[in-house]
């Protein structure tokens, strides 16, 4: 069982629409990363968060350690946000570990 | 100023081949991560160099992966004997400070079709 989940892998919007994308994981962290990543391969850093709520343009990205949740938003979404969205964990401090735990990612399609 | 640049972009070798893959990060940055992405999959953590040190080399699938950064700044990734599942996105990435506490900056990768 992978120990980062996100949801849902696919989904399609209109243009305009709020979209929510969510992720869950199981382990002890110290920050969880937002991904953006295009056709061709390139991968984008959107947020770094380790609690509460960042904003970035139509991005919000929030944080829930109790809950071990994280959700981010795109506001009146555009056609040129259509992208592959991960959700990656770094490990707790103290974890003797460099490695960043990914998610599956999930594809997302905004329709003009 | 540049990005992480990793080269070749496109890689076919024939199966039982070695390759070598290429990453330069941006100037300065101490940290280098090289992950593995298989088709429709998240990326997988393979290596973590700081600066020339190889800390963690946990994630390498097998004695035939092979990495260097021997100066602290250019790495080499370096498959021997590749086989059909080695086919996959190889991503390098850099943050400027050591550890997973910093944004890293992703290469555009180099995608290894081993036929």
């Known amino acids: 069982k992978n120990e980062v989940e996100q949801s849902p892998q696919n989904l399609t919007a209109q243009e305009g629409e709020f979209i929510t994308i969510n992720c869950s994981y199981s382990?002890?962290?110290?920050?969880l990363h937002w991904l953006q990543q295009h056709p061709g391969g390139g991968i984008v850093s959107l947020f770094m968060l380790s609690s509460g709520k960042k904003k970035h343009g139509r991005l919000i990205a929030t944080i829930n350690i109790q809950e071990k949740h994280s959700s981010l938003h795109i506001t009146a979404s555009h056609p040129r946000d259509s992208a592959v969205y991960i959700c990656?964990?770094?490990?707790?401090?103290?974890?003797?570990?460099?490695?960043?735990?990914f998610g599956k990612g999930t594809k997302l399609s905004v329709i003009p | 100023g540049a990005g992480v640049s990793q080269s070749p972009r496109y890689k076919v070798a024939k199966r039982g081949q070695d390759v070598a893959l290429r990453c330069d990060p941006i100037?300065?940055?101490?940290?280098l991560f090289w992950y593995q992405q298989a088709l429709g999959q998240g990326p997988e953590f393979l290596t973590y160099f700081q600066n020339e040190a190889q800390l963690d080399k946990s994630g390498l699938p097998s004695d035939r992966f092979f990495a260097e950064r021997p100066e602290g700044s250019v790495s080499t990734l370096k498959i021997q004997r590749t086989q059909q599942e080695d086919s996959a996105v190889y991503l390098c990435a850099s943050s400027l400070y050591s550890g997973v506490l910093y944004e890293q900056y992703f290469g555009p990768g180099t995608r290894l079709t081993v036929t």
């Open positions: 990656a964990v770094s490990p707790a401090p103290g974890a003797g570990s460099y490695q960043l735990t």
């Open positions: 382990v002890g962290i110290s920050a």
């Open positions: 100037s300065g940055h101490v940290s």
